[in-house]
Nanobody, 124 residues
Framework: QVQLVESGGGLVQAGDSLRLSCGASGGTFSTYTMAWFRQAPGKEREFVSGISWASGQTTYADSVKGRFAISRDNAKNTVYLQMDSLKPEDTAVYYC?????????????????WGQGTQVTVSS
C-alpha cells in the first residue's frame, strides 16, 4: 500500500552537502506529516526533522538546526532533506517516515510508515 523510497545518500567529506529525497506513493498524504530519522550503528533511531504536507511547518532536532533544511513538493509527493556543513557525527542510515498525525511527533513509534533507509557517511 503506502511506500516510501529514500535516495541521495552517499560518502562525503566533512563540510560538504548532500540532499536526500523521499518519494511517497500508495496513500493520501495531504493531511500527513513527514519526517526524517537517522540511526547510527549501536545507537537508537533519532528524530532529525519533520514537516507538515498541508502547512509546510517544519521542525528540527537541535543537533541539525541551522545546517539541515526539510522541504516538500506536494505535487510530486516528495520530501527533501538538504544537509549542509555535514559532520562525521551525521553519519547514519537516514529513514523517511510518514505519520497520519496532524503535527510532527518525534518519538519513532508514532510514525506509521517507513522507507528502507539510505546510508550517509561523512569522513573527517
Amino acid at each position: 500500500q503506502v511506500q516510501l523510497v529514500e535516495s541521495g545518500g552517499g560518502l562525503v567529506q566533512a563540510g560538504d552537502s548532500l540532499r536526500l529525497s523521499c518519494g511517497a506513493s500508495g496513500g493520501t498524504f495531504s493531511t500527513y506529516t513527514m519526517a526524517w530519522f537517522r540511526q547510527a550503528p549501536g545507537k537508537e533511531r533519532e528524530f532529525v526533522s519533520g514537516i507538515s504536507w498541508a502547512s509546510g511547518q517544519t521542525t528540527y532536532a537541535d543537533s541539525v538546526k541551522g545546517r539541515f533544511a526539510i522541504s516538500r513538493d506536494n505535487a510530486k509527493n516528495t520530501v527533501y532533506l538538504q544537509m549542509d556543513s555535514l559532520k562525521p557525527e551525521d553519519t547514519a542510515v537516514y529513514y523517511c517516515a510518514a505519520s497520519v498525525h496532524r503535527v510532527v511527533l518525534r518519538p519513532p513509534q508514532y510514525s506509521d510508515y517507513w522507507g528502507q533507509g539510505t546510508q550517509v557517511t561523512v569522513s573527517s
